[in-house]
């Protein structure tokens, strides 16, 4: 046998031969992946990610999570003598002193935006194309608690830095911390070490943000792309496609460099950003001080649609069992409760209501699936209202209207909004469907919704009336 003197094949016969990994290697660079470009989503998040770790621990050499009072003496002139904690003196240091933490510290509040936002559309494409269905039920369970995961932990990366606008942030969280009923109190008082702004927070903040939260984002990540292997990947239909292959390019050698240059592609965008995107500059906020309250305040995009259903909830209160509800809990509490647990039921519920439990690795047309469809675009319609609503004062400031002008007005528009956006694009699918059916394509097949299961009231009889013996 010919002595083999590469050392790359030579390393891979050692590694071989003690782990085994040939067959798993073969399998997977043997993995067929889809060529449309929208399965390139979740890898944008992915690249983000990594983007978002390699700079996250050159930061965390340099940033002290402390809340001792110091004086500054760095670089920047206009705080110098001002009294700060040395987590906000760290970030001006970092920003000013430390070589290359300025575009560091870009780079990383930039990636977290980018990361954030990539995992949204991904939903939206797995939502709206039915990618949830039998067998990945489980795994849009993970990824929609990756996405709860994530903003906890971007809003505890922006806190940490003890600026004015990040307290003004902390301020809130307290306020909707301290709403929930019963466990509010005791609740607040553990995550800020007594009452607001507390001793504690930013320490805690630290921990959660650089190890509890990556943990977990990891070990999740990991299990969402395990199960993506295991249930191999969905398609779009097309010619040659069925539920039982995928049409495609093998990951080795076509797809791997087009991963390879994707992330090239998005570490040097986020580069690009952070170079020349000045973001978060934290040294024009000043020290956070309680008494104080910054006007304008604006929440990264993903806080967005709390900050603005705050605002334009309705000042309301409830009182039950003697106690009083107050109204951060309503819109901030509740709202996001309901919004979270009504994404993870999805594919139950949509499972129930049109009786299909068959496995599905063909893609969904949005347009052939308009009940769907038109629900997901009012819930997006409604979510990006409220996100605007967090810009009332910015909007009454800048074309001289009065704030509670354009506070109803977004009011009117959460209500308004959305069943035009839900019902105009119902109309629009049903107006593609008799379009592909007059260009002579088939008509798709249509789930038979089941609407008696709306009546809940019947349900109790439903099951009685089902379990009754039959007579002989």
């Known amino acids: 046998m010919a002595r083999d003197h590469l050392v790359t094949r030579r390393v891979a016969r050692w590694l071989d031969q003690r782990l085994g990994s040939a067959k798993l290697a073969r399998t997977a660079l043997g993995k067929v992946f889809p060529d449309h470009w929208s399965f390139l989503i979740g890898e944008i998040a992915l690249y983000a990610f990594v983007v978002l770790l390699v700079t996250g621990v050159y930061l965390t050499f340099f940033f002290d999570p402390s809340i001792e009072e110091v004086v500054y003496r760095g670089s920047y002139e206009p705080l110098r003598g001002v009294e700060m904690s040395q987590a906000y003196a760290s970030a001006l240091d970092i920003s000013f002193d430390v070589r290359a933490g300025l575009v560091m510290r870009q780079i990383h509040h930039w990636a977290a935006l980018l990361f954030l936002a990539a995992m949204v559309v991904h939903l ?13 039920e489980l795994n849009w369970i993970i990824g929609i608690t990756l996405l709860i995961l994530s903003i906890f932990n971007g809003f505890a990366g922006y806190s940490l830095l003890d600026d004015q ?4 942030g902390l301020r809130i969280a307290y306020s ?5 009923p019963l466990v509010g109190t005791w609740l607040a008082s553990f995550l800020f070490g007594g009452e607001f702004p507390g001793p504690d927070i930013i320490n805690r903040l630290y921990v ?8 977990l984002i990891i070990v999740l990540l990991t299990a969402h792309l395990g199960l993506v292997v295991r249930h191999k990947h969905t398609q ?6 069925t539920e039982r292959n995928v049409v495609g390019e093998p990951v080795w050698p076509r797809f791997a460099f087009k991963s390879i240059g994707l992330m090239l592609l998005t570490a040097a965008v986020l580069a690009a950003l952070g170079g020349l995107a000045q973001i978060n500059p934290v040294w024009l906020y000043g020290p956070f001080e309680p008494a104080n309250v910054s006007a304008a305040s604006q929440p990264d995009w993903y806080m967005a649609w709390l900050d603005g259903a705050l605002r334009v909830f309705p000042p309301w209160e409830a009182r039950a069992f003697g106690y009083t509800v107050p109204n951060p809990f309503f819109p901030a509490v509740l709202l996001a409760g309901g919004t979270f647990a009504l994404l993870y039921l999805w594919p139950f519920l949509e499972a129930r ?3 299909d439990t068959l496995e599905h690795h063909l893609l969904d047309r949005p347009r052939n699936r308009p009940v769907r469809t038109s629900l997901g675009a009012a819930t997006v319609a409604f979510y990006t209202v409220l996100s605007l609503s967090a810009s009332t004062d910015v909007v009454a400031v800048t074309f001289g209207t009065s704030v509670n002008g354009v506070l109803v007005a977004f009011r009117v528009a959460c209500l308004v909004v959305p069943p035009v956006v839900g019902l105009t694009t119902y109309r629009l699918c049903r107006e593609l469907q008799l379009r592909d ?3 002579g394509m088939a008509p798709p097949e249509r789930p038979r919704i089941r609407w008696e299961l709306l009546r ?10 089902r379990a009754a013996p039959t007579d002989p």
């Open 124 to 136: 939206m494409r797995v939502f709206f194309t039915g990618a949830f269905r039998r067998p990945r």
């Open 165 to 168: 606008l990040s307290g003004t």
């Open 353 to 355: 209501f049109t009786s």
């Open 236 to 241: 779009f239909g097309g010619r040659g496609r």
């Open 176 to 180: 909707i911390t301290l709403s929930i």
């Open 456 to 465: 809940v009231w019947e349900w109790h009889a439903r099951r009685r009336a």
């Open 208 to 215: 959660i943000h650089i190890l509890l939260l990556p943990a």
């Open 437 to 439: 059916e007059a260009a």
